[in-house]
């Protein structure tokens, strides 16, 4: 049976993991025996941050509602339960949005849920 040499194998799985840990500090950016799990952690954090992300938009959103609907008199809780019973069917970071640039409008519809 012929000598399996695999130096490129080496070489190409090496050069992807050293751009992936591109920018870490010391030796994670260019040893691989502390590279390849500092990859693997920066990979589950990634996942666990994607989620989390959604999480605290959210929360900013609530705020930012509430802010604004304080001054009209009313609070985020009795909004929202006035948009579901009045069939308004726009999400919380669209109406964030129209609470921050259009007041106006903003304040027609909490006139409607009340």
């Given amino acids: 049976m012929p000598r399996v040499k695999r130096g490129t194998q080496h070489v190409k799985r090496r050069k992807s993991l050293m ?6 500090m010391w030796g994670r950016k260019s040893k691989i025996r502390l590279a390849r799990p500092a990859m693997l952690k920066a990979g589950v954090n990634a996942f666990r941050d994607r989620r989390n992300k959604k999480r605290i938009n959210r929360r900013l959103w609530q705020v930012r509602l509430n802010a604004a609907l304080r001054p009209l008199g009313t609070s985020y809780s009795r909004f929202m339960d006035g948009l579901k019973k ?3 069917t726009l999400d919380r970071k669209v109406l964030s949005q129209i609470a921050q640039s259009h007041e106006v409008v903003f ?3 909490v006139e409607k849920t009340k």
């Fill in 107 to 109: 304040k027609n519809i």
């Fill in 86 to 88: 009045a069939g308004i």
């Fill in 19 to 24: 751009e992936k840990t591109k920018g870490m």
